[in-house]
């Protein structure tokens, strides 16, 4: 028998420790995974986790870390900022694709000419297309009380439709023989969104992480903003009684991650994808969900846990490439993470004892 | 205490939670007839004691004899069984059920409802304890929802009833009818055993008193030959420091609210209904009645939680009706939330995180909005050392501190920021009295200062004790302020209202 008892004060060892705990035992869970696939496990968890970084090509594939980190890093940095003040935006992939469309619309509508000011423009769209979807949910959390979570998740279906729309029609590249998908922004100079380190993978959207890991750190750590978003998470009431007006917070956070979300998409299209496809929206709003909370809602941890899921990226492809394993496989993965995270979670607030319970 | 065989005998009862001895070899002993108090501050071990009896908590070590014969209850049934019940603080009534039928719920064998609603009005007439056995529970006031519980127990004819804090929610009046049936039932041979913390109302109803300090009995007397400064002294184990109201002068009017209206925050509330007064500078205004009344709304209208409509709220001649909480503040308005964890304090977060809470507007904590931490955490070390906050430090979350100590944090905190305007809201609930006592004294020092202060309490002896005038807030209505001098405790218990049609027992035997 297993009794659980509350702990006076949240455990800071256990917040800690209890991500690498999870990753521990994904790993593990993992690993019967595969084995039951056929596979050996301990090659899967080398191929995944260890040849990306030291591996023979690991060269190449370092800087693909980057690459992928990037957008999850800024997306969950402005999520993070939400989940402290119990706002629960899940439709950041939503924001992410109309950030795309908005800053690619940018760059197709004013070519084939070149400016120092296009590229600018470009993120001032982003960032605006993904404020405004997120700023959806927001109005109708406001006005109608209807719940953020279940609005901006389903925008995240009409941003799909969306793209799919532009994708195939207005958006579509006149020279491109009848195949879908837009010009590609890597081959127009004042639009592309340049590798910053040759070899590195950091182009401008990982510098944006990087700085709003950084805002969003003063922001809360430092500034009476943040201090208020964090009240209004732990203590709603006392929130308000310091002066917090909810609905502001609310278009605050929707508003802000929603920006980030939309900056995302709009450096991806820019840079490592190149275009708008159907395909575009590959999962990094959903994911950064996870990286927000593996990284405990901290920009220090948010960086790491970035990088480690943006690992699993890159090792899940090889494996897939390697060892024939399924590309379910790692998506499988990933939601095993958030699982054994969000179980583990129990020990920051409880302290478990095995015996019988005593009255 | 007398010839006659105790009815209850308990003998070195101890009880030991982790970290936390509640109970150190208690005994005591209750003759039939007796009405026995059990006095002590919060957390002096009284509910565990009561607890044991009841068959609620197991003792550690210890025996209990019952009519001369060994009692182990090992749950509230054998209690019962053995004769004793219990009437507790908070109800446990089902408010879309009525009297008989919330009755029967409670019984072991009831009776058929027709049988039932007999003998409660037999009983009823028989104590002077005026109930409809027909009636909904979710329309009668605290006073009859407390005879409700009363007659489940006498139902049972019990040889011992405990009473938990009975009156802490009855009007004067409901407490007068309360007591005639005490002491009738005591006259019947029942012995009763009799929590509290109000000492005028032990002095008149009880014939013997056990005091618990720590854990432990500090003394046994009789409450009726000591003053109730003596058995305060007893009950804290130090002097007490009675405040201090001297040096006050009203001066010029700081806060008027006129014709208030606001429709209640929750289902059940009551609204406020065309609510009216000034304050002056220098004086308490005390605001008195049972909690549900309109007390949060006031509270929160008045901190700028709620804002409300144009002109009802005006301080210093500026109507602050549509200005939220900081605006207020700025201007000197400060208030205390009746609820000191979720509302006055975030429960996870630091003392200096909730120094922050209220504390940026009129103490420099922030540059440019940058909050300055060091300054935070001074301000809350000022606190917690100017108002004597038990807590290792500024570091501490909110949760980890007792209810008093926390409760003097958020009074410190609002106090040293120098309001003009502080409203205040049950401000001694649960507080032990020694706390109670360095709360008022800091309120009667800032009304000393110049500032107004507004309490509101269910505590009519805490009003009397500190306020200059005094006004009744009954199911959103506030009656004029009226000097509190020229009050007596009677005419404020009839401005609560709640009491009205009823009489005292008659027919006492």
């Known amino acids: 028998m297993i009794t659980?008892?509350?702990?006076?004060?949240?455990?800071?060892?256990?917040?800690?420790?209890?991500?690498?705990?999870?990753?521990?035992?994904?790993?593990?869970?993992?690993?019967?995974?595969?084995?039951i696939l056929g596979k050996d496990?301990?090659?899967?968890?080398?191929?995944?986790?260890?040849?990306?970084?030291?591996?023979?090509?690991?060269g190449y594939f370092r800087g693909q870390l980057f690459i992928k980190a990037g957008p999850l890093i800024l997306i969950a940095a402005g999520l993070a900022v939400g989940f402290r003040a119990g706002i629960w935006n899940i439709g950041a992939e939503g924001q992410y694709i109309v950030g795309a469309l908005c800053g690619a619309s940018v760059a197709l509508a004013a070519y084939p000419a070149q400016s120092v000011l296009i590229f600018p423009a470009m993120v001032l769209a982003g960032a605006l297309g993904g404020w405004a979807w997120g700023m959806i949910p927001a109005l109708l959390k406001t006005r109608f009380g209807a719940s953020e979570i279940l609005v901006s998740l389903m925008l995240v279906y009409v941003a799909q439709n969306l793209l799919a729309w532009a994708a195939f029609g207005p958006l579509k590249n006149p020279q491109g023989f009848g195949f879908p998908g837009s010009r590609n922004l890597q081959q127009y100079p004042s639009a592309h969104n340049i590798e910053l380190i040759a070899g590195s993978g950091i182009h401008w959207g990982v510098m944006a992480g990087f700085a709003a890991l950084i805002g969003t750190y003063v922001l809360m750590n430092r500034h009476i903003a943040g201090f208020r978003i964090q009240v209004a998470g732990d203590a709603p009431k006392a929130a308000r009684f310091a002066g917090v007006a909810p609905a502001r917070l609310?278009?605050?956070?929707?508003?802000?991650?929603?920006?980030?979300?939309?900056?995302?998409?709009?450096?991806?299209v820019a840079g490592p994808s190149g275009q708008i496809t159907d395909s575009f929206g590959?999962?990094?709003?959903?994911?950064?969900?996870?990286?927000?909370?593996?990284?405990?809602?901290?920009?220090?941890?948010?960086l790491l846990a970035g990088l480690l899921m943006a690992l699993t990226y890159i090792g899940g492809d090889m494996a897939q490439l390697m060892l024939q394993l399924p590309a379910a496989a790692i998506q499988v993965f990933q939601g095993m993470l958030l699982f054994f995270l969000l179980g583990f979670d129990l020990l920051t607030n409880y302290t478990v004892k095995w015996g019988w319970a005593r009255a | 205490m007398s010839v006659t065989e105790p009815l209850l005998r308990v003998e070195g009862l101890s009880k030991a939670y982790p970290g936390v001895t509640a109970n150190d070899t208690v005994s005591l002993e209750i003759a039939p007839g007796q009405v026995h108090a059990l006095l002590g501050e919060n957390g002096a071990g009284k509910s565990t004691l009561v607890k044991m009896i009841?068959?609620?908590?197991?003792?550690?070590?210890?025996?209990?004899?019952?009519?001369?014969?060994?009692?182990?209850?090992?749950?509230?049934?054998?209690?019962?069984?053995?004769?004793?019940?219990?009437?507790?603080?908070?109800?446990?009534?089902?408010?879309?059920?009525?009297?008989?039928?919330?009755?029967?719920?409670?019984?072991e064998n009831p009776p058929p409802l027709r049988q039932l609603s007999a003998r409660i009005r037999a009983v009823s007439d028989a104590y002077g304890l005026p109930l409809d056995p027909s009636r909904i529970v979710g329309d009668l006031s605290a006073g009859e929802r407390q005879r409700v519980e009363i007659i489940r127990c006498l139902l049972q004819e019990p040889r011992l009833l405990i009473m938990d804090e009975p009156t802490s929610v009855l009007t004067p009046q409901e407490v007068e009818i309360l007591f005639a049936t005490l002491r009738q039932l005591a006259a019947e041979g029942t012995a009763i055993l009799y929590i509290s913390h109000k000492l005028e109302e032990i002095r008149s109803l009880c014939d013997h008193a056990t005091i618990l300090r720590s854990g432990r009995v500090v003394a046994n007397c009789d409450p009726r030959e000591r003053t109730a400064h003596e058995l305060a002294e007893l009950m804290v184990g130090a002097e007490l420091r009675l405040t201090d109201r001297a040096g006050r002068v009203s001066g010029e009017v700081l806060l008027e609210v006129v014709g208030l209206n606001m429709a209640p925050a929750s289902a059940f509330g009551p609204s406020l209904k065309s609510v009216s007064f000034e304050l002056c500078r220098g004086e308490v205004l005390g605001i008195g009645g049972v909690a549900g009344n309109g007390q949060e709304d006031l509270l929160a209208t008045l901190s700028g939680e709620r804002p409300s409509g144009e002109g009802t709220v005006v301080l210093k001649g500026e109507d602050v009706s549509g200005l939220g909480p900081n605006p207020r503040r700025a201007r000197g308005l400060l208030a205390a939330p009746e609820e000191r964890l979720g509302h006055a304090a975030a429960p996870d977060m630091s003392l200096t995180e909730n120094a922050v809470l209220t504390g940026t507007m009129r103490?420099?904590?922030?540059?440019?909005?940058?909050?300055?931490?060091?300054?935070?955490?001074?301000?809350?070390?000022?606190?917690?050392?100017?108002?004597?906050?038990?807590?290792?430090g500024p570091q501490v979350a909110a949760r980890a501190l007792s209810g008093g100590n926390l409760q003097k944090f958020v009074i410190g905190r609002e106090v040293l920021q120098a309001p003009e305007v502080l409203v205040v809201n049950q401000p001694t609930w649960g507080v032990d009295a020694a706390a109670a006592a360095a709360i008022r004294q800091a309120l009667l020092d800032l009304a000393a200062g110049g500032a107004g202060v507004i309490v509101i309490s269910q505590d009519l002896d805490e009003l009397l004790e500190i306020s200059d005038r005094f006004a009744a807030l009954n199911e959103g209505r506030l009656s004029p302020p009226r000097p509190t001098a020229s009050l007596t405790l009677q005419e404020i218990g009839l401005s609560l209202g709640g009491a009205h049609g009823m009489k005292p027992a008659e027919g006492v035997a």
């Open chain 1, 41 to 58: 496990p301990l090659e899967a968890i080398r191929v995944i986790f260890w040849d990306p970084l030291f591996g023979a090509n690991a």
């Open chain 2, 54 to 107: 009841y068959g609620l908590v197991r003792p550690d070590s210890g025996a209990m004899v019952l009519n001369g014969q060994g009692y182990a209850p090992v749950d509230p049934h054998g209690a019962r069984a053995a004769g004793v019940a219990m009437v507790f603080q908070h109800f446990s009534l089902f408010e879309a059920l009525n009297v008989a039928e919330n009755v029967a719920l409670g019984m």
């Open chain 2, 363 to 392: 103490r420099p904590l922030t540059r440019h909005g940058f909050i300055d931490w060091r300054a935070a955490r001074a301000f809350a070390a000022e606190i917690i050392a100017a108002y004597d906050v038990r807590t290792p």
């Open chain 1, 282 to 302: 590959a999962g990094y709003g959903f994911t950064a969900i996870i990286v927000a909370f593996l990284g405990r809602l901290n920009p220090v941890g948010i």
């Open chain 1, 250 to 268: 609310v278009a605050f956070c929707l508003g802000l991650s929603g920006a980030l979300a939309g900056l995302a998409g709009m450096f991806e």
């Open chain 1, 4 to 35: 659980l008892i509350a702990r006076p004060a949240p455990s800071r060892f256990w917040a800690w420790a209890t991500p690498v705990l999870a990753v521990l035992a994904t790993m593990i869970a993992g690993g019967v995974l595969f084995a």
